[in-house]
């Protein structure tokens, strides 16, 4: 279990590097393309923080400041909404869906690369380990 452990935190590392490398011309980070991900999945209604730092590799602390930053470039927007002030809806840009646009193909292309080896099956079958795996939860 300890190397497995280990296997997954170097490949998770080195997955993230190569993400990283890729979209740096793009002048995001892996982080903030994820979220642009997670706002571009929930359409035009947009999505709360709290459903972002839910689905976010980052967690709940960072979703403020990788939002910050996205709304400099105006690639996303919050807005309060009017019926409860406290909840906070994000929403990606035009701009957001242009540069997702522009690096679909590359970041695809890469993802190939990356797991391609393994064969669609292999996929499969590593997509429903990981989940099962997952779904244990926090053990602490």
Do not use: F, N, W
């Amino acid at each position: 279990e300890r190397e497995v452990y280990l296997l997954l935190q170097h490949l998770s590392g080195e997955l993230i590097y190569e993400l990283a490398t890729l979209l740096k011309p793009a002048g995001i980070t892996p982080e903030q393309y994820h979220v642009l991900r997670i706002l571009e999945d929930a359409g035009s209604a947009g999505t709360q923080l709290s459903t972002i730092a839910e689905r976010s590799p980052v967690g709940d602390p960072d979703v403020t400041r990788l939002l910050d930053r996205l709304e400099e470039r105006d690639l996303a927007q919050r807005t309060r909404e009017a019926a409860d002030r406290r909840i906070v809806t994000a929403r990606i840009t035009a701009g957001g869906r242009r540069l997702l646009a522009s690096l679909a193909e590359s970041v695809a292309a890469l993802h190939q690369r990356q797991l391609g080896p393994l064969g669609k099956q292999g996929v499969r079958d590593l997509r429903r380990l990981l989940q099962k795996a997952a779904a244990v939860g926090p053990v602490i």
